[in-house]
């Protein structure tokens, strides 16, 4: 069930079904602690995804520049810790695609509402680039858009859908990525939006 797309990138489609409705409810829990916010970029715009964390830190932006942090600038508190059914599911995805030692301290979460995109970029805040990265996909499609290590290689496009698990490590760790517009649309588990699960080893 561990399909390599490309190089060192694997789809697990529909690996979380299974589990959608408990990760619904767990992503409504830690929103009750840690609420979902569109984050500034140094530059000065605010992302269209709204962002929050669980784990030991958490991905921040702000006019300051990009960061992990200890403890959530909006409550001063740390982070909500990152649930039990969370690292299991990205532990055993990760193992299936042949990284048996993945050992996740952050899931990063986007909310996306119609009309929000994430442009390309590369994920490069982490300390070791050795662990791969896991993405659970959840609610309303979208169009997902992966490159190479470099800005200007061709890019693929795949449509990620509810329950869809990504893993990708080694050279494709530094790939450019991103999402293309929220599409309107109902979701009988999110209505409106689409949730993006990311599970790093930031430190
Ligand atoms: C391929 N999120 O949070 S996840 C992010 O759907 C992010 O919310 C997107 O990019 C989302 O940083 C895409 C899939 C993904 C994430 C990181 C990658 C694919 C990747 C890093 C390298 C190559
Ligand atoms: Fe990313």
Redesign the pocket.
Known sequence: DCDEILPD?YLLKGFALQQASQLLITIEQINAQSTFRKMQTPGGFYMS?A?TNCGDVG?HTDRHGYRYTAIDPLTNLAWPEMPQCFRELAETAAQRCGFSDFNPDVC?M?Q?EVGAK?GL???KDEKDFSQP?V?V?LGLP?I?Q?GGASRNDPKQRIP?EHGDV?V?GRA????????LTLKPGQHPLTGPY?Y?L?FRKAS
């Open positions: 990138v995804a962002i991905w990063l986007n996306y994430m970029h590369q994920d990265i993405s996909s979208i997902f992966f990620l990504i990708w494709a760790r530094r790939y450019y990525h991103g999402v689409r993006n990311t």
